[in-house]
């Protein structure tokens, strides 16, 4: 199984959430990210719990060791998630992150933000706090 890892899973991993260490086996099992994923979770990071660059710099720098190299978002991915917005009425950066995982030949996208086992183009959604 190769697992794509949406923003939320590092987000709880980082913050002492309920659901981080759910979250940080998920990421210790491995799995594919994308800058898309780094940016966001960079941003959710300064902005709504106000750390400094330093200690996010740190949290990415652990997540390139856990995790594959992280996947680049180009104009390819952008045109495949624009496809998969327009089909299944997902919103742009859920698209984004369906494309991402699909171009990465993920089979499993860990997310709490998508429909739960729903499959696309051989790809599973699959939240993994549902029991948490």
Not at 21 to 41: K, P
Not at 71 to 76: A, K, S
Request: with cysteine; glycine share 6%.
């Amino acid at each position: 199984m190769t697992a794509f890892l949406d923003t939320n899973v590092l987000i709880y991993a980082q913050t002492g959430d309920p659901r981080g260490e759910i979250a940080r086996q998920a990421i210790l099992a491995g799995g594919v990210i994308s800058v898309q994923v780094v940016n966001e979770f960079t941003s959710v990071l300064r902005r709504k719990f106000r750390l400094d660059w330093h200690a996010i710099a740190g949290a990415v720098a652990d997540l390139r060791t856990a995790l594959d190299p992280v996947r680049p978002v180009g104009i390819d991915t952008w045109a495949s998630a624009v496809a998969l917005a327009r089909q299944h009425r997902f919103s742009f950066h859920d698209s984004l992150i369906l494309a991402s995982a699909l171009e990465a030949g993920c089979d499993t996208l860990l997310t709490e933000d998508l429909p739960a086992s729903h499959r696309i183009d051989g790809l599973t959604i699959v939240n993994p706090f549902s029991s948490a």
